[in-house]
């Protein structure tokens, strides 16, 4: 498995992964994947990578995303990470998550933060083990499918 940077090619691979984490119940408060149009507008042309086999086939795929037009957040963005459900549990979001954080630490980004469902463990303990602390836990924050959820805000620090 190699983690390269993120391009165009790569988008229909990357939306079909994102649908099916959304589809899971446990990534996102969406339950569809937006157009590659909309997807590629609104994360850090910088700051995405995909996680390829030898086949070129797409195992995962991380980007950030912007967390407000104030110029005293531009060091600071959110980070969605996904990874297809056949190559879950063998690395691919790790390396997916140190790519990112090398990444965003030289292009001078100091903070990353992370919205996840408490029930959502696996990705929980993924981005623990890369440095994120939990610093909060928003209660009720949304619904999905009519139930009201509650979100951990993890973080790291550069």
């Known amino acids: ?8 090619e790569h988008g229909s691979a990357v939306l079909v992964i994102y649908q099916a984490g959304l589809d899971g119940g ?11 149009e909309r997807w590629d507008a609104t994360h850090l042309s910088a700051h995405r ?3 390829v086999d030898d086949s ?8 950030l995303s912007g967390v407000s037009e104030r110029c005293v957040y531009a060091g600071v963005a959110e980070v969605s990470v996904y990874v297809d459900p056949g190559a879950q549990r063998r690395g691919v979001g790790r ?8 990444s965003s630490e030289h292009g001078g980004i ?29 209660e009720r924050l949304g619904q999905r499918h009519g139930v009201w959820r509650d979100v951990l805000l993890l973080e790291r620090r550069a």
């Open 1 to 8: 498995m190699r983690v390269v940077p993120m391009g165009a």
């Open 56 to 63: 070129g086939a797409v195992a995962g795929w991380v980007a």
């Open 95 to 102: 390396a997916l998550l140190d790519a990112v954080v090398a």
């Open 26 to 36: 446990l990534a996102s408060f969406e339950t569809t994947a937006p157009s590659w």
């Open 49 to 51: 990578f995909v996680a």
């Open 110 to 138: 100091w903070t990353l933060q992370a919205g996840i469902f408490p029930e959502n463990e696996a990705s929980v303990g993924l981005h623990q083990a890369v440095g994120f602390r939990i610093v909060g836990r928003r």
